[in-house]
C-alpha cells in the first residue's frame, strides 16, 4: 500500500508528462525493437530479442510505479500550509551551527526533490529532522558525516 504524496500543480504536471512520455513513445520504441529482433529468426538463441523484453518488462514496472505515485498523489495548495512549523512545500530559511552558514531549502515530495535547486526530500534525512521544527528551534539531524546542527531562522511557503 502506497502513502500519500503531496505535490505542487507543476510537479503533479510533471509526474503525468512523465507517463505519458513512458505510455506513448517509449512503448512504441520497444514494441518496435521486440519486432525488429523476431524478424531477426530463431528467438531462443536470440539476444537482441531477449535485450527487448527485459526492457519492455522494465518500462512495463516504471509505468506501474508511476501510475501508483499518481493515484495516491495530493496537490497541496498555499491556502492550505501551516507556516508555524517546518512542512511539506515550505521553504525553511537555516543556520548551520557549525559554520553559521545561512541556506534555504523547500521541502517537497522525493519526485520533485532536485538539490540543484535547494529542493529537498521531506523522506531525506535533513527534510526528516526539520519536519515539526518551529522558527527559533534547533534541529540536531543525523546524516551519514555525523550529526548537524541547524537553527531554524524562518519558514515561508515554497
Known sequence: MSSVSYYTVGGLQKLKDELEQMKTIERSKISA??????????????????????????LEMKISKLEDVLANARILSEENID?????????????NMANSAIIEYSLVAEKEADIRKNKISV??????G????????????????????FEILEISVA
Do not use: C, F, H, W
Not at 33 to 58: F, P, T, V, W
Not at 123 to 128: A, D, H, L, R, V
Open 33 to 58: 525493437q521486440i519486432a525488429e529482433a523476431r524478424d531477426k529468426g530463431d528467438l531462443s538463441e536470440n539476444a537482441e530479442y531477449d535485450a527487448a523484453k527485459e526492457a519492455q518488462g522494465m
Open 130 to 149: 526539520l519536519l515539526g521544527k518551529k522558527v527559533g528551534a534547533i534541529a540536531e539531524i543525523q546524516v551519514p558525516r555525523g550529526v548537524m546542527s
Open 83 to 95: 507556516l508555524t512549523k517546518v512542512g511539506v512545500l515550505t521553504k525553511v530559511k537555516l543556520k
Open 123 to 128: 523522506s531525506s534525512p535533513i527534510g526528516k
